[in-house]
């Protein structure tokens, strides 16, 4: 319930725009916040904000949604479905839209290995996907979700692929396209390289390993793991508005695997909880229940990100073909130039120092962490 413009300072005045302050502080005035909620009719925006907005929008970027693969399938499709339906009826009524860019996932197909930069049909109607949900209790959705959502791997990506249908069906309303970002993982370049502010996905398992918290894991050294810098995705956005009537993928696979928990890490939380315990200071949050947290989410991404997908990424490579010199240059989303090597060096070191908030004095006792015991 933070305030709208509080919130908004709290971001403006944050690492992730340092550069800007420095360089362009006026910019940052031209960010104004208007309070609203997808899952709202009209998007919950007052009349007033709206008399001021329809004339001046000509790019709509829909990036709203709930990624928490934890949510209930009914509140993943409230927010990223109907969520979506609503965002489309409110463009619908902005006069000189240009582009509508809705921001998807390149695993919202996640039933298939190979997946092409297009809207794949779904045997499941998104209107009448709400319309159960909306309509039918809680006991009966139990029974119903798990035929709903087919193969489909979580209900997160389900929702996604259905508020894509949504969005190829108001292609003859208004223009529009959908970016698909594999796993968004830490800058390549901007605003700092290795810049992430959040532990989702494998971030948290990232941030694990970087303080030498998980010493074990199994990894597949056939599997690919598709990631792409939260840098390019956000060129790619900006970038796609140019192109409309198109899907775009963006990942950057590369021979790795994300790390899977492995009893040990399970064993040592357990007694380090045991030993805290017995003398007096247990701490707020056990390592235990660090450890299944940490775990339920890792669990869930490689649900996603542990099977092999071959991710055509044509449009992508082609759009930035098509841009001038000073636009690749300012919205690069070139998967060829990352090397990966210094890339996953400066990601750890980025989420330690941005996420994490620790310094590199740290670092010690991390890699002490790392060695404790024998791999």
């Keep these: 319930n933070q305030p709208a413009e509080e919130r908004l300072q709290e971001i403006l005045t944050s690492k992730l725009f340092k550069i800007v302050r420095e360089s362009s502080p006026d910019s940052l005035t031209k960010v104004v916040p208007v309070v609203g909620d997808v899952t709202f009719n009209s998007l919950g925006i007052s ?28 509140d993943l499709l409230n927010t990223n479905v109907g969520g979506t339906k609503n965002m489309i009826e409110w463009a619908k009524q902005l006069p000189n ?32 996907a709400i319309m159960l949900h909306s309509g039918l ?9 798990p035929k709903l959502m087919g193969n489909n791997k979580t209900g997160y990506t389900f929702s996604k692929h259905l508020a894509e249908l949504l969005v190829e069906e108001a292609q003859y309303s208004i223009p529009v396209c959908i970016v698909r970002p594999s796993v968004v993982t830490p800058a390549n ?52 508005a140019m192109r409309v009537g198109t899907a775009f993928n963006v990942s950057s696979s590369q021979t790795m695997a994300p790390s899977k928990n492995s009893p040990p890490m399970m064993y040592s939380a357990i007694v380090a909880d045991v030993v805290l315990t017995l003398i007096g200071k247990k701490p707020k949050v056990g390592f235990m229940q660090r450890y299944t947290n940490f775990h339920r989410v890792l669990k869930q991404t490689t649900d996603i990100v542990g099977n092999d997908f071959s991710m055509s990424t044509n449009n992508t490579t082609t759009l930035y073909k098509h841009l001038s010199a000073a636009d690749k240059e300012s919205f690069s989303f070139n998967v060829t130039e990352i090397n990966h090597e210094v890339y996953i060096r400066q990601s750890l070191l980025g989420l330690r120092h941005f996420a994490a908030e620790e310094e590199n004095q740290d670092l010690p006792k991390a890699r002490e962490n790392i060695k404790r015991y024998p791999q």
């Design 137 to 145: 209790p809680e006991d009966l959705m139990d029974l119903v979700d």
């Design 47 to 74: 009349l007033n904000d709206v008399k001021g907005l329809r004339e001046e929008i000509s790019v709509v970027i829909h990036a709203a949604a709930n990624t928490n693969m934890d949510s209930a399938l009914k």
């Design 189 to 240: 370049k901007e605003p700092f390289p290795g810049w992430i502010d959040n532990f989702k996905g494998i971030n948290g398992g990232l941030v694990a390993m970087s303080k030498g918290a998980v010493r074990v894991g199994l990894i597949n050294k056939s599997g690919i793991l598709d990631i792409a810098p939260v840098d390019h995705v956000v060129n790619l956005i900006l970038a796609a």
């Design 97 to 128: 839209l240009k582009a509508f860019v809705h921001v998807s996932t390149a695993f919202s197909n996640s039933d298939r290995s190979d997946i092409e930069e297009r809207v794949y049909p779904c045997r499941v109607d998104p209107h009448i």
